[in-house]
């Protein structure tokens, strides 16, 4: 073989490397688990998603709250939501709440605490790198 088709195949062979996402970090965003109760719909598993977040219950009731524009009731065990919604819809809001306030984005560890700076701006701080940048409490 010449030693440019080697240096081809090698390159063809790199490009086929699926991307390493958890090469930083093998946290996985918990999934929700919902049920509908008349016209309401229940998120039982909160508990577990706010201990991988390590944030409130409260926490997140109050952005679930924000993003579906519903009251939302919280006994610390499960979310009851006014409203019904499915399942995934759900389970999108709450990655998207991971992405933003939970990972850091510079080593995509959930090892992260926010620090409020007032006046409605906030700070991601992560415990693992050491990254800090501004969110939107
Ligand atoms: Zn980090």
New binding site residues.
């Given amino acids: 073989m010449e030693e440019r088709d080697y240096a081809e195949l090698l390159d063809r062979a790199l490009k086929d490397v699926p991307e390493l996402t958890t090469e930083k970090s093998d946290f996985v965003i918990p999934t929700t688990e919902t049920f509908s109760q008349g016209n309401k719909t229940v998120l039982k598993n909160i508990g577990m998603i706010a201990d991988r977040a390590r944030r409130s219950p409260a926490d997140i009731a109050k952005y679930l709250t924000k993003e579906l524009g519903v009251p939302i009731s919280n006994d610390g065990q499960q979310l009851v939501i006014n409203g019904r919604f499915a399942n995934d819809e759900i389970d999108r809001r709450i990655k998207r709440y991971f992405e933003v306030y939970v990972i850091?984005k510079?080593?995509?560890?959930p090892?992260?605490h926010i620090e409020s700076a007032g006046r409605g701006v906030a700070y991601l701080i992560?415990e693992?790198?050491?990254?800090r940048y501004g969110i939107k409490s």
Avoid: N, R
């Fill in positions: 850091c510079e080593c995509k560890k090892d992260t992560c693992a790198c050491g990254a």
